[in-house]
């Protein structure tokens, strides 16, 4: 398989990070208010299956984007940090859902996704990065604010930042699970479900631009190119008896979708696509298919992370 030097590098192609974050995963004990800053896969899993197989599961929307799209920043021009991007959208959607349906001491601000990228590459803002190494440098260093270190900029490529920035950054570090299995559209699915986010690397691209399915929905699709790109999922729309996934591209606003009528779908802002259950799976069944989980963007996450299917129940609580 020939990866490009720009974009996402699979996973297996960065071993060093796999074993480093393999001997930190640690279980996660349920019946403790805490989750762990990595956990193993296989003992996160179960609390997925145990919510969605629950008798008392109804289908729910998780939305970000209403009065928060100016918090994203759509393209990433030409530098070749679609890891970097990637990881703060799935962050930063994260944090909005923990905000608006669980519990969360942070304000929802704006990322800058370069540095933490540019961090995690020693400072080269040339050539990709694997999901893993992006993974790391969100968990250990976090996700810098905007306010801090400046708007997003692909000319600015120095790493320099004031000790204030570093902190603000580390209260926005990422607790993940890094998918360890043989159905990663699967396991998008469910996390999706259930409030979490995640963030991919593939190589199986989307076409600019959408079709409209049975429901009216502009949904994007496969091209039947190749590329070697890491993109976002966060959030579920739950319409008309049929699941639809927003996954965040940084390629600008060019997933425009015609209006319907329900701000669900109408206000998911056009740097991002609707995928249905069966295009997601297909997205993640190429050659290499890279996931990670992000399970919350706030350190420390002291309350119990696991998510109501109930928005009043959380606000109640």
């Known amino acids: 398989m020939i990866i490009p030097e720009c974009g996402c590098i699979p996973n297996e192609q960065t071993p060093e990070v796999l074993k480093e974050i393999a001997a930190s995963a640690v279980p996660w004990d349920r019946d403790l208010d805490t989750m762990p800053n990595i956990i193993d896969w296989t003992s996160f899993e179960p609390e997925l299956h145990e919510k969605l197989d629950s008798p008392e599961y109804v289908p729910q929307s998780f939305l970000w984007w209403d009065n928060a799209q100016d918090l994203f920043t759509p393209s990433q021009e030409y530098r070749p940090n679609c890891a970097g991007f990637a990881m703060a959208n799935a962050s930063l959607m994260r944090l909005i859902i923990q905000s608006r349906f669980q519990y969360s001491e942070q304000k929802c601000e704006k990322f800058n996704p370069m ?39 692909p000319a600015h490529i120095g790493t320099a930042r004031s000790e204030e ?64 790109h890491a993109t976002a999922f966060g959030g579920a729309v739950y319409y008309m008896g049929k699941w639809y996934f927003p996954w965040g591209n940084s390629h600008g606003p060019i997933y425009k979708r015609r209006k319907i009528g329900d701000p669900m779908i109408d206000n998911l802002p056009d740097f991002c696509g609707l995928m249905p259950e069966e295009t997601v799976r297909d997205f993640m069944s190429g050659s290499f298919h890279d996931l990670c989980a992000v399970l919350f963007t706030e350190a420390p996450y002291d309350p119990s992370i696991r998510a109501t299917l109930n928005p009043s129940a959380a606000k109640e609580a």
């Open 115 to 153: 540095l933490t990228w540019l961090i995690s590459k020693g400072g080269s803002a040339y050539g990709g990065q694997s999901i893993a190494a992006i993974a790391k440098y969100g968990n250990q260093v976090g996700n810098f604010l905007a306010k801090d270190v400046g708007d997003y900029d």
């Open 165 to 228: 920035a570093n902190r603000n950054a580390a209260r926005h570090q990422i607790g993940f699970s890094l998918y360890d299995g043989d159905d990663p559209g699967g396991a998008i699915i469910d996390l999706l479900k259930c409030g979490y986010t995640c963030f991919v690397g593939n190589d199986l691209a989307v076409s600019a631009g959408t079709y409209t399915d049975e429901n009216g929905v502009d949904c994007v699709q496969l091209s039947g190119s190749r590329w070697s």
